[in-house]
């Protein structure tokens, strides 16, 4: 009875033992996996290019400094094709496309034309005299969500007096129609407009995503008269962001504070569009486009040949040709600010 029951006693030991060297070669093995894992975000998320920062920073301190160092200089440019018809162009290859950043020719690093997912936040103007517009809003905003990639992150800021997301606290981003509708029914039309810091507040939130590509959609008639924020300050922050904003003018003909030369200023200098539709009901049409502007996109990165100055202005062009394709058109961001902590970079390369 004595030898079965220490017997006994040492299998235990021993499958304590070897589940105690299992249990740390598993931590071993994560503790590995997580550590490229961070290092192949800080790869791809791109800090900088994206106006991406890193949602969370973990506790691994010097190692994620070295991550941005690393990356902060790399550029992401999202960039559409139209032809002399203003019809896309698709099945462009990496070598029809020239970039030039304040006149010096880039040198692509690497090209995309696949639809890879989006983080897209959709601004929308609760202010009172959005009021009549409110249904066909919350109708074209689904419908562009239902044209969406199915990996899409997706967020909802309603606007009027004051700046409020759609979904809960915990919940950034959302991919469920349901949820997307209750986000943007949440909140009654009433009070003034604080334009200036609902962009704000979608350009900073986007910085919690972990997608490259990172849209907003803006709907609204133009006009701030509740803001703590100012156009300059704002239009600063999406310069530094590299997210493309997209602006659907809403007009009422006895609302005076109505500006569409800022909804248009916001669209050319991030390489969206702005739409001033006649009737609230043409919305529908107009998101429905949005979305296949955004899935038929071509990705362009480089990373830039002429030292950094921060807060300096960076100009970019980039231009398109193809055989028996006719003149071919590009919209891509107008250019981009260089945030302080960018690295400089030596040689220069040709001009156009």
């Not at 190692?63 to 203003?86: P, Q």
């Not at 349901?178 to 704000?200: F, H, K, M, P, V």
């Not at 970019?316 to 058109?329: E, H, M, P, T």
Request: glycine fraction near 8%; charge should be positive.
């Amino acid at each position: 009875m004595t030898e079965t029951i220490a017997s006994e006693r040492h299998i235990r030991e021993a499958n304590g033992k070897r589940s105690l060297i299992a249990r740390m070669r598993i931590f071993r093995n994560n503790t590995v996996t997580w550590w490229w894992l961070n290092v192949l975000i800080g790869l791809v998320v791109t800090p900088f290019a994206c106006g991406a920062q890193v949602p969370q920073p973990s506790q691994s301190g010097a190692g994620d400094e070295y991550i941005l160092r690393l990356n902060a200089n790399l550029v992401i440019l999202s960039a559409t094709v139209l032809d002399r018809h203003h019809a896309l162009v698709s099945g462009l290859g990496k070598n029809d496309f020239h970039v030039y950043e304040d006149g010096v020719l880039q040198q692509v690093k690497d090209f995309s034309r696949d639809d890879v997912p989006v983080a897209v936040g959709i601004l929308v103007d609760n202010s009172a005299s959005m009021a009549p517009k409110r249904s066909d809003v919350i109708v074209a905003a689904l419908a562009f969500a239902r044209s969406s990639n199915s990996q899409d992150q997706m967020f909802v800021v309603n606007f009027n007096d004051r700046v409020s997301f759609g979904l809960l606290p915990d919940q950034p981003f959302t991919d469920r129609q349901e949820q997307l509708e209750g986000a943007l029914s949440a909140i009654n039309t009433i009070g003034q407009t604080s334009l200036y810091d609902g962009i704000a507040a979608g350009l900073d939130h986007l910085k919690q995503a972990n997608r490259d590509k990172r849209v907003l959609i803006l709907i609204s008639d133009g006009g701030d008269n509740a803001s703590k924020h100012t156009l300059a300050q704002v239009l600063g922050m999406a310069r530094q962001s590299f997210v493309v904003i997209y602006a659907i003018g809403i007009f009422n003909e006895q609302d005076g504070d109505q500006n569409p030369s800022v909804l248009m200023r916001f669209a050319k200098e991030t390489g969206g569009e702005a739409f001033f539709p006649e009737s609230s009901r043409d919305i529908l049409e107009i998101c429905k486009g949005i979305a296949r502007d955004i899935r038929n996109q071509y990705t362009l990165t480089y990373v830039p040949r002429i030292a950094s100055q921060v807060g300096k202005y960076r100009a970019i062009v980039v231009k398109a040709s193809a055989d028996n394709r006719g003149r071919l058109f590009v919209r891509t961001r107008a250019g981009y600010s260089v945030p302080p902590g960018a690295p400089k970079n030596g040689s220069r390369g040709a001009r156009p």
